[in-house]
C-alpha cells in the first residue's frame, strides 16, 4: 500500500500533465502531444489508486477485473466508431461518467464507515453536500447526456420538444432539490438522498429535450463541463485529490468552451443551460421550397469554375463527415493549387455536431494548418473570393440567420458565403440542416447546386479537373 504523501505526490504530478495536456489540445500542432499527457496522467492516476487500495490482494483482483472488461469495451468501440459518430460517442461518455458519480456517492452514503466519513446517520456535514452535489449534478449528467446522445443519433427528434409551463417546472426541480440537500443534511434520512437521486434524473431530461438540433454542440460542451463538476464532487467526498483537479480541470475548461460556442452561436449561455429557455419553434422558419428556382449543375461545370478562379474558400460541414470526403477534398485542393488557385478552408464554431469535428476531419487529411482559418479571421475573405465551395455544410451559412428574427438559427454568425461570385453547394438534396430549417443560400442567383454525395461528387471534380 502507497504512504498518503506518496500518494499525493503522484496524484499532483498526474494534475499537472493533465493541465498540460488541456494545453495542448488547445491547438492542432500540439493536439497529439496534449494527448500523450493526458494518457500518462491517467495512467500514473490509475496506477497509484489501485495501489493504495487496503486489502490488495482481494481488491486488486476486482479492480484488474473490472478494468480489463471497461478497457477492451473502450477499446472496441474506439477502433470501430466513425468520425461522423463521434459526438452521440462523446455525449455515451458523458452519461457514463455521470452514472459512476452516482454509483460512487450511493456507495459513500451506505457506507460511510469505509470512506471515513462518520457512520451511518452521523456522516459529517460537508461530507453530505459534497456527495448529495455530485450524486445531484452526475444523475443530470447521466439522463441529459443520454437524450442528447438519442437526439444526436436520430433515435429522437431533433427538434425542441417543449409544453407549458416546461422551464418553471425546471425551476421548481430546482428548488426542491436544494430543500432535499438541505433536509437529508438535517436529518441523514436515507429517503431523501434517493430522492435526491430520482429528481434529478428528471431533471436531466427536462433539460435537455426542449433543446434543438442547432444548439446540440453546444449542449455535448455543457454535459462534459456538468461530468467534470460531478466528478469534483465525488473527488471532495474521498478525498481524492486527482478526481478533485481532474474534475476541476473538465468542469472549468467545459464552461468557459460552452460560453465561447454561445458567443459563436449568438446564444445566451444561461438560456441553453437552463433547458432552452425561449426556444423558437423551428418549424416557423420552413418555407416552401418548390416555389423557388434552383440552378444545378455537374462537376463539369465545378470544375470549370475553380479552375478559372484566382481564389478558393473551401466551407466544410457534417455532410463532408458522413461521406468520408476529406481525402478527396484534399486531392482535389492541391490539384487546383497547381493551376495556381489560391485555396484556404472556413470552419464555423459550430460545423459538424461537437467542436473541432471538421478541424479534426481535415487534420486526418493532412490538410496543412496554416490554411485552415475561424470564422472570425475569414469571414471578411468571401466578399473578395471567386468561388465558395461548400461541401455538406448548412445552417452555419444559411442567411436567414441575419434577415428573419423568426428563425431558431437568428442572430447566429455565419460564414458570409453569399457574398462569393460564386457558390458551389454540394448536397445530396434540398432537405434542411439539423436545424431543420430551409437555407435560403440554395436559391440565391450566384448559387450552383451540385446535388450528389460529397465524395463522389468531388472525385468527378478531380477526374475533370
Keep these: 500500500m502507497i504512504s498518503s504523501n506518496l500518494l499525493a505526490i503522484f496524484y ?9 495536456a488541456l494545453r495542448g489540445l488547445s491547438s492542432p500542432e500540439t ?15 490509475i496506477s497509484v489508486t489501485i495501489f493504495s487500495v487496503g486489502n490488495f490482494s482481494t481488491g486488486f483482483l476486482y479492480l484488474l477485473i473490472l478494468m480489463l472488461i471497461g478497457g477492451s469495451i473502450g477499446a472496441f468501440i474506439a477502433f470501430k466508431i466513425p468520425m461522423t459518430a ?6 455515451g461518455f458523458h452519461s457514463l461518467v455521470g452514472l459512476a458519480a452516482v454509483f460512487v456517492a450511493i456507495s459513500a ?13 452521523n456522516i459529517k456535514i460537508a461530507s453530505l ?35 407549458f409551463g416546461q422551464h418553471y417546472l425546471n425551476l421548481a426541480l430546482g428548488l426542491v432539490l436544494l430543500g432535499l440537500i438541505f433536509y437529508l443534511c438535517k436529518t441523514q434520512v436515507e429517503t431523501w438522498f434517493w430522492m435526491i437521486i430520482i429528481f434529478s434524473f428528471l431533471l436531466g431530461v427536462l433539460l435537455i429535450i426542449p433543446i434543438g438540433g442547432a444548439d446540440m454542440p453546444v449542449v455535448i460542451s455543457m454535459l462534459n463541463s456538468y461530468s467534470g463538476w460531478a466528478a469534483a464532487g465525488i473527488g471532495f467526498t474521498l478525498e481524492n485529490t486527482a478526481l478533485i483537479i481532474t474534475g476541476a480541470l473538465v468542469g472549468s475548461s467545459g464552461a468557459i468552451l460552452s460560453y465561447i460556442m454561445c458567443k459563436g452561436m449568438n446564444r445566451s449561455f444561461f438560456n441553453v443551460i437552463l433547458g432552452g429557455w425561449g426556444a423558437v419553434d423551428q418549424s416557423s422558419s420552413n418555407k416552401s421550397k418548390e416555389q423557388k428556382p434552383v440552378k444545378s449543375g455537374n462537376a463539369d461545370d465545378a470544375a470549370f469554375l475553380m479552375k478559372n478562379a484566382s481564389s478558393v474558400i473551401i466551407v466544410p460541414g457534417y455532410g463532408m463527415a458522413v461521406a468520408q470526403a476529406q481525402h478527396a477534398l484534399r486531392e482535389m485542393v492541391d490539384a487546383l493549387k497547381k493551376n495556381g ?23 486526418e487529411a493532412n490538410v496543412p ?41 437568428y ?26 430549417i430551409d437555407n435560403d443560400l440554395f436559391y440565391r442567383e450566384n448559387t450552383l447546386m451540385l446535388f450528389a454525395d460529397a465524395k463522389k461528387m468531388t472525385e468527378e471534380i478531380i477526374k475533370n479537373l
Design 12 to 20: 499532483l504530478i498526474s494534475g499537472v500533465l493533465f493541465i498540460l
Design 129 to 163: 453536500i459534497e456527495m448529495s452535489l455530485g450524486a445531484a449534478i452526475g444523475a443530470i449528467t447521466f439522463t441529459g447526456s443520454v437524450i442528447a446522445f438519442l437526439k444526436l443519433r436520430g433515435i429522437m427528434s431533433g427538434s425542441p420538444i417543449t409544453f
Design 369 to 409: 494548418y496554416d490554411e485552415v482559418f475561424e470564422l472570425e479571421e475569414i469571414n471578411n475573405d468571401f466578399a473578395n473570393c471567386d468561388v465558395a465551395y461548400v461541401i455538406g455544410a448548412n445552417d452555419v451559412t444559411n442567411p436567414v440567420a441575419k434577415s428573419d428574427p423568426q428563425s431558431p438559427i
Design 86 to 91: 463521434m459526438p452521440e460517442l462523446v455525449a
Design 411 to 436: 442572430g447566429m454568425p455565419i460564414l458570409d458565403v453569399e457574398k462569393s461570385k460564386s457558390v458551389l453547394f454540394v448536397k445530396r438534396s434540398l432537405s434542411p440542416g439539423y436545424a431543420g
Design 31 to 45: 493536439s497529439r502531444q496534449g494527448n500523450l499527457f493526458g494518457i500518462i496522467g491517467m495512467a500514473i492516476a
Design 341 to 363: 488557385v489560391k485555396v484556404t478552408y472556413a470552419i464555423h464554431p459550430v460545423a459538424g455536431r461537437m467542436p473541432g469535428h471538421m478541424n479534426v476531419l481535415l487534420a
Design 109 to 121: 452514503f451506505l457506507n460511510p464507515e469505509v470512506f471515513n466519513l462518520g457512520s451511518s446517520g
